[in-house]
C-alpha cells in the first residue's frame, strides 16, 4: 500500500488541471480592466486556475478583488511594470522541496505582491478530499523555492 500511495503523490502532477491545451488568458498581468458591476476600474496583478476556469486578482482601490473573467473587461493597457519579469510562467513544470524527495509540479498561479513574484503550486493531490488538510490545494512560493524543470 505505501508504494502506491509514494506513486500518487509522486506522479499526480503530471496532468495539468486544465486538460492537454492551457486555456488563455483574458488579461496579461498589470493589464488594466474595467468592473461594470462597480463602475470602476483596475488591474490584474495575479491569476489562478481554480474550479476549471480562470480566477484573476484584481487590485482596485487598494483591494484586491478575486474574480472570474464574466466580471470584468480587458483595456488591453498595460500599467507601468512596478516589478521585474517573473521567473517562471504559468505552465511551467518545476521542482519543489516539499519533503525528504524533492517533487515536480506545475505552475498553475501567478501573483505579484510587493514587488514580488509568488508562483501557485499544487501541494497535495487533487484525489484527497479537502476539508481535513486545507480549503485550498494551492502553496504560493517564491522564485527561491523552486527550480526549472524542463518537461
Keep these: 500500500m ?5 506513486t500518487l503523490e509522486s506522479c499526480w502532477h503530471t496532468s495539468p488541471p486544465w486538460g492537454k491545451a492551457m486555456p488563455p488568458l483574458a488579461v496579461r498581468i498589470l493589464e488594466k ?21 480562470w480566477i484573476y486578482a484584481i487590485v482596485c482601490q487598494s483591494e484586491t478583488l478575486y474574480l472570474p473573467r464574466q466580471e470584468f473587461q480587458a483595456k488591453n493597457v498595460l500599467e507601468k511594470p512596478t516589478v521585474s519579469t517573473p521567473a517562471f510562467e504559468l505552465g511551467d513544470v518545476v521542482e519543489v522541496d ?6 515536480q509540479r506545475i505552475i498553475q498561479g501567478i501573483f505579484s505582491l510587493k514587488s514580488t513574484w509568488l508562483y501557485g503550486v499544487e501541494w497535495r493531490s487533487p484525489i484527497l478530499e479537502e476539508g481535513a488538510f ?6 504560493w512560493l517564491a522564485d527561491v523555492d523552486l527550480i526549472s524543470v524542463d518537461a
Design 2 to 6: 505505501i508504494n502506491q500511495v509514494t
Design 98 to 103: 516539499f519533503s525528504e524527495q524533492p517533487t
Design 134 to 139: 486545507s480549503p485550498s490545494r494551492i502553496i
Design 33 to 53: 480592466v474595467f468592473l461594470p458591476n462597480f463602475d470602476l476600474s483596475g488591474y490584474c496583478c495575479g491569476v489562478q486556475w481554480e474550479k476549471q476556469e
